[in-house]
């Protein structure tokens, strides 16, 4: 996917490894005697080294990288200390990056880190693109609570949130190791039992191939999903109408585009609610 993140030029660079001490993420190393990004999933793209760099040798560019993931920088500072710890968290607070700070106070509490965090507040609703619904959050804890339970009909399988491919994360933790069920937005309201019979034991991102702008965007997610998530299975589930078979070729690009390879299966939904077909392609 096309990002923001930092550039070294390596020319300027004097060895003095100051930006490697300011990057509490873990994206930089001094190597053979110059800072080096190794890790583009712990590079926010925010620039705290830049201020660090006494000879200007860093900068921001936008350009094709993996997506920073937060969860995989928590898992990475994690033995480094609260004060790194801490560092960080100021560091998104700072930034107004709301979004990955849940994140990082979500993996706080998932691994029940004894951390001073008084001193910065937790983010209430906004994320970081200023949208209400777009902070990641997943429901599994409440599922495994009702395991004995026999799902009513109407009991949601929904896992995760959001589900808007543009919206979600995927490196987020629902996506690792998961069959993933890529449903075209009408496909909910014309199957009647989407939640039983096609979400259950499935992590759900949603999509509209006529409607959405930049939809290379869902070919890079989905991509990512493939090979950074490791996710087992791909099920698309279109309607049966000519614009809907854009999502099953934007996966399909994405599977060609990935390294690794994984079944696709594609589901499709006719008008009146039923499936008209199912099929491995």
């Not at 300027?12 to 190794?38: P, T």
């Not at 109407?154 to 996506?175: A, K, R, V």
């Not at 690794?260 to 199912?278: A, D, H, S, Y």
Request: glycine share 6%; aromatic share 6%.
């Amino acid at each position: 996917m096309k990002r923001k993140i930092i550039s070294i030029d390596e020319s300027l660079c004097n060895g003095c490894s100051l930006c490697v001490e300011g990057c509490h993420e873990g994206a930089l190393q001094m190597i053979d005697g110059k800072a080096r990004l190794v890790s583009e999933l712990y590079c926010d793209g925010l620039g705290a080294c830049i201020g660090e760099c006494p000879v200007g040798a860093i900068t921001i560019e936008e350009r094709e990288a993996e997506p920073y993931d937060e969860y995989a920088v928590m898992e990475r500072i994690s033995a480094k200390g609260e004060k790194t710890i801490v560092a960080h968290l100021k560091h998104l607070k700072d930034h107004n990056e709301t979004n990955y700070l849940s994140q990082a106070f979500e993996y706080i509490k998932k691994h029940q880190l004894d951390i001073d965090i008084s001193a910065i507040e937790q983010p209430k609703t906004k994320s970081s693109c200023g949208c209400l619904g777009s902070m990641s959050q997943s429901f599994a804890s409440s599922f495994a609570s009702k395991a004995s339970i026999s799902p009513s009909p109407t009991q949601s399988q929904l896992t995760h949130w959001p589900i808007q491919l543009h919206l979600l994360n995927p490196m987020s933790e629902h996506f690792l190791g998961a069959d993933v069920l890529l449903a075209a937005d009408c496909t909910a309201f014309a199957y009647p039992d989407f939640h039983t019979k096609l979400l259950k034991n499935k992590k759900l991102a949603i999509g509209c191939p006529k409607l959405d702008s930049n939809k290379e965007v869902y070919i890079d997610k989905i991509a990512t999903m493939i090979d950074a998530a490791n996710i087992n299975t791909l099920t698309v589930v279109i309607m049966q109408v000519p614009c809907c078979n854009g999502l099953t070729q934007l996966a399909k690009i994405a599977v060609e585009k990935a390294e690794c390879k994984i079944p696709i299966k594609q589901i499709v939904i006719g008008l009146k609610g039923e499936i008209m077909n199912e099929k491995w392609l």
